[in-house]
């Protein structure tokens, strides 16, 4: 009996001692630098309706600005004539800079636009 005890104090002993020696896989390494933002959608999405009808007309004006005859002029106007009443009546809910740009930008277009129409060659 004492021999069967010792022999099972013994594989006790070596089970624990099995059992201690493995030891626990090591914490992840911590993550160098600052973890990636969130995303925000506000920053993240494309430009609302109204900042592409502002773009567009930037650009239009910005074309017309660079006309140097009556027939650049006249291509741009048509442009703008199909244009415009696309986007006819979506000037609701602008903010009072949006509103602001939109005016600036619209008297920019005309100026430009009568500048080219009166050089030589323009069409009536």
């Excluded at 773009?55 to 239009?60: G, H, S």
Aim: proline share 10%.
């Amino acid at each position: 009996m004492a021999m069967r005890r010792l022999g099972l104090d013994l594989g006790l002993a070596i089970a624990l001692a099995a059992c201690s020696a493995a030891k626990p896989p090591p914490p992840p390494a911590p993550v160098v630098g600052s973890p990636a933002p969130p995303i925000d959608a506000a920053i993240d999405a494309g430009p609302t309706a109204i900042e592409a009808t502002l773009a567009r007309l930037a650009d239009l004006a910005q074309r017309m600005c660079q006309c140097k005859d009556s027939a650049c002029a006249n291509r741009l106007a048509d442009e703008v004539g199909a244009w415009g009443p696309v986007t006819a009546g979506s000037d609701g809910g602008l903010s009072e800079a949006e509103a602001a740009e939109l005016a600036a930008t619209s008297q920019r277009l005309t100026r430009c636009t009568a500048d080219a129409m009166t050089r030589p060659g323009a069409r009536p």
